[in-house]
């Protein structure tokens, strides 16, 4: 007789039945400045802790551009600082940023998008990861949550860039 199993809703059996969660998060914002001033920010992670409250430590490590390197710390849980270190996968200037984790429990990609809109850029952040294992059991949750207060954070973007 054939064995049943039911995972938790979002949760897949990928090849060699090892189980999988996929989390994302996607938002967008328009802000009132110009392409290359918005670009400007985006694309260096320095400016991450202007507008993400995790971000306890970040340093660029060379010029910016496909391959850069950012050493990050962040807030985890209970408050103890996590690395999560990144590298820019993608520079296309004034059009598309993206990175992803090399370092830390949880390695997302990330991508910014951006376009002109009557009265300024429009700004759209996704976030996404693969969970697999217990980490996809015991983190997704978690997880889920980090990434929609990242992205729910663009506001706090849009406010600094406003503002200066």
Known sequence: MAAHYHLPAGHHVTEGWTMAKQVAA?????????????????SDAENDPKWRSGVKSIRRLGELGVG??????????????????????AFEPEWHVAFEATSGPVRP???????????????????????????AVLMAGMVQKTMDGEVGALPKAKAHLESA
């Open 26 to 42: 996607s938002g967008s914002v328009v802000i009132a400045r110009p392409i290359s001033e918005v670009f400007a920010f985006f």
């Open 68 to 89: 850069t390197q950012y050493e990050q710390t962040v807030a985890g849980p209970g408050g103890r600082s996590i690395s999560a270190d990144v590298k820019v996968t």
């Open 109 to 135: 990609h990330g991508d910014y998008r951006f376009e002109a809109a009557d009265g300024g850029t429009k700004v759209t952040f996704s976030l996404s990861a693969e969970l697999s294992g217990l980490k």
